[in-house]
């Protein structure tokens, strides 16, 4: 009987945890409620075994599920990996041999400029090594990298290439703190967490994003959330370095990072094909908590090939989604007239089309927690 109630604590603890705190993917939570089930149903068919022995062979099956699971977020991996290989294009092979030339003439302020161009269409491995010759020659051109980063005749990812670069160099050591913290040893750490068959990443989020939210961080948070570069906290390494991309994410949140350059890059991640896991399994269920206008767009992106129910979709949608997207939206839903219930949409549609917009986000000020930078040409 306490076997039973604590297998049920267990069951109840991985959906807990898979819905509210840790959006997990799906179907490893219900791969885990079925090894749960079956390790009760070999526990009922061994009558005869002893306390250690049955103690023993739940360790056993605990350690083969967490193993396997390892094994298969390592396999995603390296399959995201394998789709983030670029291919060489004849304009990529001449920004290359422009780069050199310029390293040849020694115009570093040059390199500085195509460094950055590179590193804003580089993912994976490619993004960091180039970032990192950005931090070498950009240590002398500090005014060159705040002079681009609100240089608006660019393209916004040179922007942000730029302000994460400068943010590197002048808050170096508060990232590698950042990056050293022992959550264990937390004050508001739960040891209790360490018990959960999922781990303690789910209910340490909040905990977490609220340090990494007062560390100021901005451009680092954005960098993860974009790039997903792996620099992370020691406990988040390996099978849950998604969980701390959701941290930075939620870092951004309510801040003026988040309503331009946050969603700029979940734009972006969006139209990889595929997205990757951060987008599944962190960014779009932060989305969908952010009932906010300059949402809606990237929702109904998501929900573009969806052929199922859209009734309740559209309904929330509408509470908070304005005319900016009425037209894509009666689209939407011209488009599933068979879908149960479409014909009660009329008012729904009818107030997104009259929610007038508001002014279109400025881009914020470029600044390091609290202070602005400005570059020094500007008064």
Request: with cysteine; glycine share 4%; aromatic share 8%.
């Amino acid at each position: 009987m306490k076997r039973t109630v604590l297998l049920i604590a267990i069951m109840t603890n991985v959906v807990s945890v898979g819905q509210q705190e840790q959006p997990e993917n799906q179907e490893l939570i219900l791969k885990r409620l079925a090894a749960a089930m079956a390790a009760d149903v070999l526990e009922k068919q061994r009558k005869g075994e002893t306390e250690e022995e049955i103690a023993a062979n739940e360790k056993r099956l605990r350690e083969w599920m967490i193993a396997k699971e390892q094994q298969e977020q390592e396999n995603k991996r390296n399959e995201l990996l394998a789709n983030e290989k670029q291919v060489l294009t004849q304009e990529r092979l001449a920004k290359i041999k422009a780069l050199a030339a310029v390293k040849e003439q020694g115009q570093r302020a040059e390199i500085v400029r195509l460094l950055i161009e590179t590193a804003a269409t580089a993912t994976g491995k490619a993004y960091v090594e180039t970032r990192d010759e950005i931090l070498v020659y950009g240590k002398d051109y500090h005014a060159l990298l705040a002079e681009i980063a609100v240089d608006e005749t660019l393209p916004w990812q040179q922007r942000l290439v730029a302000r994460i670069c400068y943010e590197r160099i002048e808050r170096k050591k508060d990232i590698e703190q950042l990056l050293e913290t022992d959550w264990y040893s937390h004050p508001d750490f739960n040891p209790e967490w360490r018990l959960l068959l999922p781990g303690p990443i789910g209910p340490m989020t909040k905990l977490v994003h609220t340090d990494v939210q007062k560390a100021g961080l901005w451009y680092y948070c954005l960098e993860q959330v974009w790039k997903s570069t792996g620099e992370m906290g020691e406990i988040y390494k390996g099978r849950h370095q998604e969980g701390w991309v959701g941290c930075c994410a939620l870092a951004v949140k309510d801040n003026p990072e988040e309503r331009v350059w946050f969603l700029r890059v979940c734009a972006e991640i969006l139209a990889m094909s595929p997205p990757p896991p951060r987008w599944n399994n962190w960014l779009y269920p932060t989305l969908c908590r952010e009932e906010k206008p300059d949402v809606a767009p990237l929702l109904l992106e998501v929900m573009r090939d969806y052929k199922g129910d859209i009734f309740s979709f559209v309904v929330g949608l509408s509470k908070f989604a304005d005319s900016r997207v009425a037209d894509t939206l009666d689209k939407f839903v011209a488009a599933r007239p068979d879908s149960p219930d479409v014909e009660y949409l009329g008012p729904p549609l009818a107030a997104v089309r009259t929610r007038a917009a508001p002014p279109p986000s400025p881009e914020p000020p470029f600044r390091l927690g609290t202070k602005i930078i400005k570059p020094a040409k500007q008064p």
